[in-house]
């Protein structure tokens, strides 16, 4: 009696079992989909869209079972152009109801309302930039106004190289910029900017108010177009548009790295404090982070990093919300990958010396020492270029100042605790 009725229940559970599989293979639904709800007839997919584009029926994908199972390797990637081509973003005011966003100054109100708007579309575009053997991409923060900054730079230390020497591909500059900030400034300029790019092509320009706190926005829209459009790059040096930059010493530095490596280096900050002192520039009010210190981080001014480093950070960063000062916030995408920044004598982007009238800041031996030296303006840079370009003596005195100005010198960390501040502060 028992083992009938175990017969029947068993084959009312095939019989059903296999009712599913039919209705599952009919309508190449997955399981789940089918345990889920069924699909209106209307709603039924006549035509799948694989991802790279070819159309597949679904009633005889068995005939092409091969090609389904074996898509390209480019099918599972990203977009392969720019896809933001409109800003359609709102602010948030679900936040004017929270008691702690009532308290905040008007700058972080602003920053956190549109906090969510993430990528935005692009004016100026080149793909072509990397095209070739490039080996290392420059890539320079710089604003619209800055024009004269850019020159100097392209005159300089941006300037391109077909070979970086030993066998190695070329070294190719771009600039990264926004949207004038002021309305007046807005299209008086673009078409200055236009022009300028029609000269020189290396102006990438996306549709955001080029701020301080929108810094941040330029370091995501720049991880995600080298994602895009460079993505084999070995290595990327990114800074400011105020600094000297030595490209013979970064590319003898880089000559002894390999681009797999988790190459991140610069002017390493370790236990920053955020600081606290609502009159300083990196003010950062303690319900935006309440944390005592940052994550290890390079000051912005300029760094070196590996390109596939570079295109993990872009995914790691899309994980965090925005931060508003840059080079924080890719500290914080550091962090998540579980990547050290790597700290190096020869970057010097929080300051030289706090002696301001230290024979440090105008001495050439030791910027040819040196990888990035921050702050100079266009004439400064210019001479000082041309000075550490001609026959320079150099002797190891200079060495031995250096060293001692060094000592002297407090760390960094205890300057941000005793002043408040940043020693280096970009304009
Ligand atoms: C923005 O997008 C929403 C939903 O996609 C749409 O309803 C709205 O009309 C769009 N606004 C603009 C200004 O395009
Ligand atoms: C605002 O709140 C509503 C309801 O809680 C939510 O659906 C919406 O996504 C929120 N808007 C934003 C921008 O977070
Ligand atoms: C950043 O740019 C966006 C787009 O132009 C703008 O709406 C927003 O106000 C800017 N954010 C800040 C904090 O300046
Ligand atoms: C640098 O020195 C070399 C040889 O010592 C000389 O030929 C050259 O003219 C010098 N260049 C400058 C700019 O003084």
Not at 202 to 224: A, G, R
Not at 308 to 319: G, I, K, M, N, V
Not at 334 to 346: F, K, N, T
Request: proline share 7%; with cysteine.
């Amino acid at each position: 009696m028992s083992l009938w009725k175990k017969t029947v229940y068993r084959s009312l559970c095939l019989a059903l079992g296999l009712l599913v599989a039919l209705t599952v293979f009919q309508r190449s639904l997955t399981p789940r989909q089918f345990l889920q709800e069924p699909l209106p007839p209307t709603l039924e997919p006549q035509k799948a869209q694989k991802p790279n584009g070819q159309l597949v029926n679904p009633n005889n994908f068995w005939k092409n079972l091969q090609d389904v199972a074996a898509p390209t390797p480019m099918a599972s990637q990203g977009p392969q152009a720019w896809d933001v081509t409109t800003t359609n973003c709102s602010a948030n005011i679900n936040l004017t109801r929270q008691p702690w966003f009532k308290g905040l100054e008007p700058q972080f109100r602003q920053f956190l309302f549109y906090r969510h708007c993430r990528y935005f579309p692009m004016l100026l575009n080149h793909p072509e930039k990397c095209g070739g053997d490039v080996y290392l991409l420059v890539v320079v923060k710089s604003v619209i106004t800055q024009h004269d900054r850019r020159e100097a730079i392209r005159q300089t230390w941006g300037r391109e190289q077909e070979s970086a020497g030993r066998g190695r591909g070329a070294v190719r500059t771009l600039f990264l910029l926004g949207t004038a900030s002021k309305q007046e400034e807005r299209t008086h300029y673009q078409q200055l900017l236009a022009y300028e790019d029609r000269l020189y092509g290396d102006i990438l320009q996306w549709d955001f108010l080029d701020t301080f706190f929108n810094l941040t926005l330029k370091e995501i829209h720049f991880l995600k177009w080298l994602d895009i459009y460079c993505p084999h790059v070995p290595f990327i040096f990114k800074g400011d548009d105020d600094v000297f930059v030595n490209p013979t010493n970064l590319l003898e530095f880089l000559a002894d790295r390999q681009p797999q490596e988790n190459l991140f280096v610069g002017d390493v900050l370790q236990h920053a404090r955020p600081i606290r002192r609502k009159d300083n520039k990196y003010y950062i009010p303690g319900a935006l982070y309440s944390k005592a210190s940052y994550p290890p981080y390079a000051g912005g001014g300029g760094f070196l990093m590996a390109g596939s480093l570079a295109r993990r950070l872009h995914h790691a960063c899309d994980t965090l919300e925005l931060y508003p000062i840059d080079d924080v916030f890719l500290g914080m995408c550091l962090e998540v990958l579980g990547v050290r920044p790597m700290a190096h004598e020869g970057f010097k982007t929080f300051g030289i010396s706090r002696n301001r009238n230290s024979r440090m800041n105008k001495e050439p031996c030791f910027f040819r020492a040196m990888l990035v030296v921050h702050k100079l303006l266009p004439p400064e840079l210019l001479a000082m270029w041309g000075l550490v370009h001609s026959n320079l003596t150099c002797s190891r005195k200079l060495q031995e100042t250096e060293a001692q100005e060094q000592l002297e010198l407090p760390s960094p960390e205890a300057l941000s605790e005793e002043q408040g501040a940043r020693p280096w502060q970009p304009s």
